[in-house]
Structure formats: C-alpha cells, structure tokens
C-alpha cells in the first residue's frame, strides 16, 4: 500500500507543533529533547520522499499562478 506523501508532510508539520507546544508547557528536557530528534529525523524523510515522489504535471513557468495565469490570458485575448 502506498502512502500519499501529503501523509509526511501533515505528520512532520503536527509533530512539529507538538514540540513548540511542548516547550512553551516548559515539558521536562528529555521529552523535548527526543521529540526533537525525531521531527528532524521526520523532517529529512519527509523531503526524501518528497523528492523521490512520482508526481507529473503539464503546467509550465508560462502558467505562472494556477489562479492567475498571465501569459495563458493574454495569448487567448491576441487570438
């Protein structure tokens, strides 16, 4: 089974909150300290997988913004 790499990204995002959350409830250190750990561990896997992701688009730099494409408009206006 395969697992949407969005998975990675919400799962070291939340890990991430909880350490803050963590050490503003002024935590004892070796909770804070392995969480720590962990999230830039996370953190390093979550861009692997990222990176290693098979995602394919056919959108172009000439798209600009999906909500906004600049060039697309004028092209279409000129025709």
């Given at each position: 089974m395969k697992i949407p790499v969005l998975f990675y990204i919400v799962l070291a995002t939340i890990l991430l909150v909880l350490l803050v959350?963590?050490?503003?409830?002024?935590?004892?250190?070796?909770w804070v300290f392995f969480m720590?750990?962990?999230?830039?561990?996370?953190?390093?896997?979550?861009v692997y997988k990222v990176?290693?992701?098979k995602y394919a688009t056919k959108k172009t730099f000439d798209d600009f913004y999906e909500?906004?494409?600049i060039g697309k408009?004028?092209?279409q206006l000129r025709k």
């Open positions: 959350i963590m050490l503003v409830m002024d935590m004892p250190f070796n720590t750990c962990v999230g830039e561990v996370l953190v390093i896997f979550m990176l290693r992701d909500d906004h494409p408009e004028e092209r």
